[in-house]
């Protein structure tokens, strides 16, 4: 049976620097707490997400691992962080956390051995017809709300300055 699986893209540009980072801090388009404008996706009602990207626009490849940190809720969620800080909490109920992904980046737009791909099991190229479970990530947005998200690095990273990164969902609608 082939599942239909629909696209939603977010990208962007982190400050204009190359201040290195530690490991478990934010990446972000502001360096002040509360003006970080959440990763955000409309995706509303149930979902499922099969595949997640992320890409850079730069070619620096040491560390580029990182976390992404989903949210389901009806208003804007923010950070107790700015960019290159520790991450820590987010002005949402525990229970709109969905879940973590732990993944690496692609390097310029290019696929270094899939590093930059976080998918369920896959069979074949074919997707569609071939996943199979578990998928990566499932949960619900109820009426006009969004799946938003926050990137944090896992290592030291010594970023590119204006770094563009753009995540990718490839998700089934339940």
Same mark, same amino acid.
């Given at each position: 049976?082939?599942?239909?699986?629909?696209?939603?893209?977010?990208?962007?540009?982190?400050?204009?620097?190359?201040?290195?980072?530690?490991?478990?801090?934010?990446?972000?388009?502001?360096?002040?707490?509360?003006?970080?404008?959440?990763?955000?996706?409309?995706?509303?009602?149930?979902?499922?997400?099969?595949?997640?990207?992320?890409?850079?626009?730069?070619?620096?490849?040491?560390?580029?691992?990182?976390?992404?940190? #989903?949210?389901?809720?009806?208003?804007?969620?923010? +950070?107790? *962080? !700015?960019?290159? %800080? /520790?991450?820590?909490? @987010?002005?949402?109920?525990?229970?709109? #956390?969905?879940?973590?992904?732990?993944?690496?980046? +692609?390097? *310029? !737009?290019?696929? %270094? /051995?899939?590093?930059? @791909?976080?998918?369920?099991?896959?069979?074949?190229?074919?997707?569609?017809?071939?996943?199979?479970?578990? *998928?990566?990530?499932?949960?619900?947005?109820?009426?006009?709300?969004?799946?938003?998200?926050?990137?944090?690095?896992?290592?030291?990273?010594?970023?590119?300055? *204006?770094?563009?990164?753009?995540?990718?969902?490839?998700?089934?609608?339940?």
């Amino acid at each position: 049976m082939s599942i239909k699986l629909f696209k939603a893209s977010y990208s962007f540009t982190r400050l204009s620097n190359t201040t290195t980072y530690g490991s478990a801090e934010l990446l972000a388009d502001h360096e002040t707490a509360g003006s970080v404008t959440p990763i955000s996706f409309a995706i509303n009602g149930g979902f499922k997400i099969w595949i997640i990207s992320i890409q850079k626009s730069t070619n620096t490849t040491a560390n580029s691992s990182f976390d992404l940190d #989903f949210w389901s809720t009806q208003t804007a969620i923010t +950070t107790t *962080a !700015g960019d290159n %800080a /520790g991450f820590t909490t @987010v002005n949402v109920p525990a229970d709109g #956390f969905i879940g973590n992904v732990a993944m690496g980046a +692609t390097v *310029a !737009g290019v696929d %270094a /051995g899939g590093a930059g @791909v976080a998918r369920a099991r896959v069979t074949d190229d074919n997707l569609s017809d071939h996943l199979t479970e578990p *998928a990566i990530l499932s949960g619900y947005v109820e009426g006009q709300g969004k799946l938003y998200a926050f990137l944090s690095t896992t290592a030291a990273y010594a970023p590119g300055s *204006a770094e563009v990164f753009t995540i990718e969902l490839l998700y089934e609608k339940l």
